[in-house]
Structure formats: C-alpha cells, structure tokens
Nanobody, 123 residues
Framework: VQLQASGGGSVQAGGSLRLSCAAS????????MGWFRQAPGKERELVAA????????YYTDTAKARFTISRDNAQNRLYLQMNSLKPEDTAVYYC?????????????????WGQGTQVTVSS
C-alpha cells in the first residue's frame, strides 16, 4: 500500500490543522494505521493510532484532548485533527500502516510509511 500525507502548514499557537493521508494500492486488505511525528534531532514518535474498523483509538499523553484520529475506509483516508497546537508540536508528521485489525503503538510495528508533511507552530 502507498501512503500520501498532506495538510501540514504553518500556524500560530492555539491554531488548528487537519492532516490527511490517502492510501492507494492494496487497500482491500485490513490495515491498522497511525500518525507519527519527528522533530529535528529527535526520534520518530507515535501521536495516535486507530484500528481497522475505526472504533478503537490510542493517543499519547501529548495528543490526548487536543488531537483526534479518524479514518474513512470507503475513501481509503486517514485523518488527524489537531487543535490547540503548541510550538512543541512542530515536526514532520507521518502516516503509517500495517496489516491487521488492532492498532499498534510502536514505530517498528509499521511496514508502510507516507512521505511526511511539515507542521510548524509559532508562538
């Protein structure tokens, strides 16, 4: 499966962005998906993950109450709504996928990655 992330940009602190990830290729299979981010000089880290059916989600502490992950399997799309953005949210955001039904929370568990989209939050 191929993944294409989009929707990044530059916003001021307190603003919102909605990231989108389009999946193509072997989309008939069951994939769990996640959003990760990587800031300069830091390791890639999970932001949020979602199961195949979209009814079970996982958020890191930094994402809880501010971010919402969702998916539309009919459209082969994954979303991340980000509200109340902070300067520390600045990073390249990646969508990722792996075959399965239950969400995964580790970088190493994902097999397919999008190219990343830059999110910059200014104070």
């Amino acid at each position: 499966v191929q993944l294409q992330a989009s929707g990044g940009g530059s916003v001021q602190a307190g603003g919102s962005l909605r990231l989108s990830c389009a999946a193509s290729g072997r989309t008939s299979a069951s994939y769990v998906m996640g959003w990760f981010r990587q800031a300069p000089g830091k390791e890639r880290e999970l932001v949020a993950a979602i199961n195949y059916f979209g009814d079970s989600t996982y958020y890191t502490d930094t994402a809880k109450a501010r971010f919402t992950i969702s998916r539309d399997n009919a459209q082969n799309r994954l979303y991340l709504q980000m509200n109340s953005l902070k300067p520390e949210d600045t990073a390249v955001y990646y969508c990722a996928a792996v075959l399965g039904t239950m969400y995964q929370t580790e970088v190493r568990e994902y097999d397919y990655w999008g190219q990343g989209t830059q999110v910059t939050v200014s104070s």
